[in-house]
């Protein structure tokens, strides 16, 4: 409420865990904001290994993923897909500790992907890593959610086909 996302084309910071000061200086309605935070690290999937043209074949099982590069921040895989039942886009995502560098997409998120999606061959994978911090502001009484997040430096989005057993 009242403080837009921002989305900036120049990068603030490099490779990750620089201090970021994110500061608003508010008026009328709208109380000054100042948070810091570590910047995320940017991170790029390399297992599975991507195709080169067409799209990730899975089928509906625990999927190892890896990726090199992280060490601050929190690694985003979304699954996008159209809701047959609801006619509208629908979105899974899986979240990682970004130094981990491995994690496992569940084979439950396949699963809803093959029952629920209007084309189970037509998803979209989209990764990212994102920093947050929660924080209150003097007078509000939800908590606000700032975020950063970094592009990897691997194929994104791209495309992914779920298989039936």
Do not use: H, K
Not at 84 to 89: G, K, Q
Not at 153 to 165: A, I, K
Request: charged share 25%; with cysteine; glycine share 10%.
């Amino acid at each position: 409420l009242g403080y837009p996302s921002m989305r900036l084309d120049e990068a603030l910071w490099s490779t990750g865990g620089e201090r970021v000061t994110v500061v608003s200086e508010g008026s009328g309605d709208y109380s000054a904001l100042g948070v810091e935070l570590d910047a995320p690290s940017r991170v790029g999937l390399v297992t599975p290994a991507l195709p080169t043209s067409g799209r990730l074949e899975v089928r509906a099982e625990d999927l190892a993923i890896a990726w090199e590069g992280g060490s601050f921040g929190e690694v985003r895989v979304a699954f996008i897909y159209d809701n047959r039942a609801r006619d509208d886009l629908e979105s899974i995502t899986c979240r990682y500790p970004a130094a981990a560098g491995a994690g496992v997409v569940p084979a439950a998120v396949f699963q809803r992907i093959l029952a629920d999606a209007s084309d189970p061959s037509d998803v979209t994978v989209a990764v990212e890593t994102e920093q947050s911090v929660r924080t209150r502001i003097d007078g509000w009484p939800a908590p606000i959610t700032v975020r950063l997040r970094s592009e990897p430096t691997s194929r994104t989005p791209f495309g992914l086909s779920v298989l039936p057993d």
